[in-house]
């Protein structure tokens, strides 16, 4: 790699007499990699995050659709720096900077001086403008949202049983997941494995296989960032789990109930977003450059303008190399997290930065039990499909969760499910109302859609001829 013409960084700390501090802002991939890289430095380290967990976000789905339960993908930030004496984890949130005098704001109140600033707060889910959507179709990004995601997929099952029972018939079992990148694909996928093989034995009025899941793409095909064959054998594979792939059907409005797409009305009992990220509201609250995505644009130093103490990492960056922006995704947040604690040591050590190099090990997506597509770059390169991509992906991902235990765990709860069609972690929780189930076809008039005893649609112990 080569040394940037900037030379060697001063640090003001040093000539202070006083050891530097490094304020981490945000505890995902790219902040608890920076902080563990850097933890044998002699600096202090302080990590800021508005939780106290890191969440292994490619496993999310699995939590969402109820095949891991949220320890298993989710460590506390303290325990990941455990025995590292000079980090120290704060459960707070930034809410603005003063980047000429070297501080941040917090929602507490207080205000944290640093010598190096690394933000790397993330992104968030973008409805492109139509935040209301929110409400009828939850994104994807926190334990939060799966545990809610969990929760409106088992309830509509739930609620189609009650009503079979009551009445001798339920509305269509319509699930829509909008966007077709890898979050939609394994949204759908699962929904429809769990429909079609992990609950057919557990209902008695109702078929849970009969559920329709289909999955709308705006563009001309799904996972747009594979090559086209793979995007091929996606389609493929989904096709078979019974999943239906609708591509160039731009979504105008999604309301509790329905989605409309191309001017068509789509009944919806459960709608799910996974069409659009954007950026953490900290890069415009810099100040700096930002793209359409609110990601602050930055050099190969992950350095922006003038700011050689500022390090923004992970979805939050946007760096281009040979003139290609590096995606954000969890391989290029740990490798800037790690590059960023390596910079900082040249700086201790006088030498010049070497700018940061995307090694980029290919990507992976899964599809359902045995289905996933691989776009392997290294070791060597393939494009993999079905079975093989399947177990690569297994393998990678088992290998990359935080902590021995959860390794461990999530590892035997694969081979378990694999081998007995169970899912443990089917609980509902939270509200028992399900938006939109109240304007579902063939619902009674009157019902409530909630399974509360003190609900006012909740069915008689008479009427339902039990005991």
Request: hydrophobic share 45%; charged share 20%; glycine share 10%.
């Amino acid at each position: 790699m080569n040394a940037t013409a900037q030379g060697a960084v001063r640090i003001p700390a040093l000539q202070q007499g006083r050891r530097p501090r490094l304020l981490v802002l945000g505890g995902g991939f790219a902040g608890t990699h920076v902080a563990k890289a850097a933890a044998h430095l002699p600096i202090d380290i302080t990590i800021v995050d508005r939780r106290n967990h890191f969440t292994f976000q490619p496993l999310l789905y699995q939590v969402a659709l109820a095949v891991l339960s949220p320890a298993n993908i989710a460590s506390p930030i303290r325990s990941i720096v455990s025995g590292k004496q000079n980090v120290e984890v704060l459960m707070d949130e930034a809410i603005g900077f003063n980047l000429d005098g070297r501080r941040v704001q917090m929602k507490s109140g207080v205000e944290l001086e640093y010598d190096y600033l690394v933000v790397a707060t993330g992104a968030t889910h973008s409805y492109f403008g139509n935040d209301a959507w929110a409400a009828n179709a939850p994104g994807l990004k926190t334990i939060e949202d799966a545990i809610e995601i969990r929760r409106r997929v088992l309830l509509a099952f739930e609620l189609a049983e009650r009503q079979m029972l009551e009445t001798g018939s339920h509305p269509p079992l319509n699930f829509v997941v909008i966007g077709g990148g890898p979050t939609g694909v394994e949204l759908a996928g699962a929904i429809s494995d769990i429909a079609k093989l992990y609950m057919k034995e557990d209902f008695r009025h109702i078929d849970p296989a009969k559920a329709r899941v289909m999955l709308v793409e705006g563009g001309p095909r799904i996972l747009a960032a594979y090559p086209e064959e793979l995007s091929k054998k996606a389609v493929e594979q989904l096709t078979d789990l019974g999943v239906e792939v609708h591509t160039k059907m731009q979504v105008s409005d999604v309301q509790a109930g329905y989605v409309v797409a191309n001017g068509e009305r789509i009944d919806a009992v459960v709608t799910l977003w996974a069409a659009g990220v954007q950026a953490s509201p900290l890069g415009k609250l810099l100040g700096f450059e930002t793209d359409r995505r609110g990601c602050v644009v930055v050099n190969r130093n992950l350095n922006p303008p003038n700011r050689p103490e500022v390090f923004i990492c992970g979805d939050l960056a946007h760096v281009e190399i040979n003139g290609k922006q590096v995606p954000g995704v969890a391989q290029p947040a740990m490798q800037m997290g790690d590059h960023t604690a390596k910079m900082i040591e040249q700086d201790l050590d006088g030498k010049p930065r070497t700018e940061f190099t995307y090694f980029d090990k290919g990507d992976m997506a899964t599809i359902g039990r045995m289905a996933a597509v691989a776009n392997v770059k290294w070791p060597f390169k393939a494009k993999w499909s079905g079975f093989p991509a399947w177990i690569t992906w297994l393998m990678v991902h088992v290998m990359f969760l935080v902590g021995f235990r959860n390794r461990v765990t999530v590892f035997f709860e694969w081979i378990w499910n694999y081998f007995t069609f169970t899912h443990g972690a089917r609980l509902i929780t939270g509200s028992q109302q399900l938006p939109g189930w109240t304007d579902q076809r063939g619902v009674q008039p009157g019902a409530t859609g909630a399974l509360d005893p003190n609900s006012p649609g909740e069915v008689s112990k008479e009427k339902a001829g039990v005991a």
